[in-house]
């Protein structure tokens, strides 16, 4: 009897044995995984704190959290790394999945780094934050449970989560990178930057030879002799067909020198000029490029079905939603 005791806790030890193994492999993936994760997303973090003065710590470890690393549906399928739902203001697009409710409606991005700069400013632009922008950059324990209280997340423990994944990757080092308005540039362009401006607008990189600027928080380059739309897309690794529908062209390859294109898509409103007073030579595309707006935007905005009809001093809105109007 006492054998058959003996042999059935040896049997418990070496299950037990697997199950911890287990446990310890699994637990190192999903460490290297978000260590992964952190290498990837940690510049763009940074930039964003020292835009909006929000711990790059924070900002990771909710992009870690809200997005399983990277993995989860949200994040591949729709570029979301921090769980944003539409909300009423959100224009963009939308995907349905389950959370609070069976069907609830989360924004869909272009790219991660809409995702996280979308995060900056629904952080920045609600009221209920606004008093977490008074503490210090350092403070990611106030941060943390600042956004429990403020509703950012239903889960009790959140704030403990995020403190603990700070704590457990030493996240903290990257707040002190803090120096607002530096720029550090990301990995979509990588070849050389610095600060000049041309016409008013911030050089973020080079690439090939050729200066990139920002506009509307996107990227784009100015057209020299020579260039072509298939030209450019190779040159900068954006496939024909994007690079046309970011710059609201669906045919004509003609293009201008001096000319903006955009190697992102356009936003759907302009973030910092609500209206607009055409001037001589403005049609509506030209209003579209240089304000970094979409073309079809812009017409809603301003009711207009097509391009065509537009005179000097005429008024323009540029950021505007009634709420009666439907996408």
Same mark, same amino acid.
């Given at each position: 009897?006492?054998?058959?005791?003996?042999?059935?806790?040896?049997?418990?030890?070496?299950?037990?044995?697997?199950?911890?193994?287990?446990?310890?492999?699994?637990?190192?993936?999903?460490?290297?995984?978000?260590?992964?994760?952190?290498?990837?997303?940690?510049?763009?973090?940074?930039?964003?704190?020292?835009?909006?003065?929000?711990?790059?710590?924070?900002?990771?470890?909710?992009?870690?959290?809200?997005?399983?690393?990277?993995?989860?549906?949200?994040?591949?399928?729709?570029?979301?790394?921090?769980?944003?739902?539409?909300?009423?203001?959100?224009?963009?697009?939308?995907?349905?999945?389950?959370?609070?409710?069976?069907?609830?409606?989360?924004?869909?991005?272009?790219?991660?780094?809409?995702?996280?700069?979308?995060?900056?400013?629904?952080?920045?632009?609600?009221?209920?934050?606004?008093?977490?922008?008074?503490?210090?950059?350092?403070?990611?324990?106030?941060?943390?449970?600042?956004?429990?209280?403020?509703?950012?997340?239903?889960?009790?423990?959140?704030?403990?989560?995020?403190?603990?994944?700070?704590?457990?990757?030493?996240?903290?080092?990257?707040?002190?990178?803090?120096?607002?308005?530096?720029?550090?540039?990301?990995?979509?362009?990588?070849?050389?930057?610095?600060?000049?401006?041309?016409?008013?607008?911030? %050089?973020? +990189?080079? &690439?090939?030879?050729? !200066?990139? #600027?920002?506009?509307?928080?996107? /990227?784009?380059?100015?057209?020299?002799?020579?260039?072509?739309?298939?030209?450019?897309?190779?040159?900068?690794?954006?496939?024909?067909?994007?690079?046309?529908?970011?710059?609201?062209?669906?045919?004509?390859?003609?293009?201008?020198?001096?000319?903006?294109?955009?190697?992102?898509?356009?936003?759907?409103?302009?973030?910092?000029?609500?209206?607009?007073?055409?001037?001589?030579?403005?049609?509506?595309?030209?209003?579209?490029?240089?304000?970094?707006?979409?073309?079809?935007?812009?017409?809603?905005?301003?009711?207009?079905?097509?391009?065509?009809?537009? %005179?000097? +001093?005429? &008024?323009?809105?540029? !950021?505007? #939603?009634?709420?009666?109007?439907? /996408?």
């Amino acid at each position: 009897m006492y054998a058959k005791i003996d042999k059935m806790n040896r049997k418990i030890i070496v299950i037990v044995s697997i199950l911890l193994f287990s446990l310890n492999v699994l637990a190192q993936n999903n460490y290297e995984l978000r260590e992964k994760y952190i290498r990837e997303y940690k510049n763009i973090a940074i930039n964003e704190m020292n835009k909006y003065g929000i711990p790059a710590s924070i900002t990771l470890a909710q992009g870690i959290l809200e997005s399983g690393a990277g993995k989860s549906k949200l994040a591949t399928k729709g570029k979301n790394h921090f769980g944003i739902k539409c909300h009423k203001e959100w224009r963009g697009d939308k995907m349905y999945q389950k959370d609070d409710r069976l069907h609830d409606c989360f924004r869909v991005y272009d790219d991660e780094e809409d995702s996280y700069r979308d995060h900056s400013e629904f952080l920045s632009n609600k009221s209920r934050y606004a008093s977490l922008f008074e503490l210090e950059i350092t403070d990611y324990k106030g941060w943390a449970k600042g956004l429990k209280k403020a509703g950012y997340a239903t889960n009790p423990k959140y704030s403990k989560m995020l403190i603990k994944l700070i704590k457990e990757h030493d996240l903290t080092k990257y707040d002190k990178l803090y120096s607002p308005g530096k720029y550090i540039e990301t990995e979509l362009f990588k070849e050389g930057y610095d600060f000049a401006s041309s016409d008013g607008f911030r %050089k973020v +990189g080079a &690439k090939g030879g050729r !200066n990139i #600027y920002e506009n509307n928080g996107k /990227r784009f380059i100015f057209v020299v002799k020579g260039d072509t739309y298939y030209s450019l897309a190779r040159k900068f690794n954006v496939r024909l067909g994007r690079l046309k529908k970011f710059n609201d062209m669906d045919k004509s390859n003609f293009l201008k020198e001096g000319q903006m294109v955009y190697l992102q898509k356009k936003r759907w409103r302009s973030k910092e000029i609500k209206r607009y007073t055409v001037k001589e030579q403005d049609t509506w595309y030209s209003i579209s490029q240089r304000f970094g707006v979409r073309l079809n935007w812009l017409l809603k905005f301003n009711r207009k079905k097509d391009a065509v009809h537009i %005179k000097p +001093g005429q &008024k323009l809105w540029l !950021n505007f #939603y009634k709420p009666s109007w439907r /996408r």
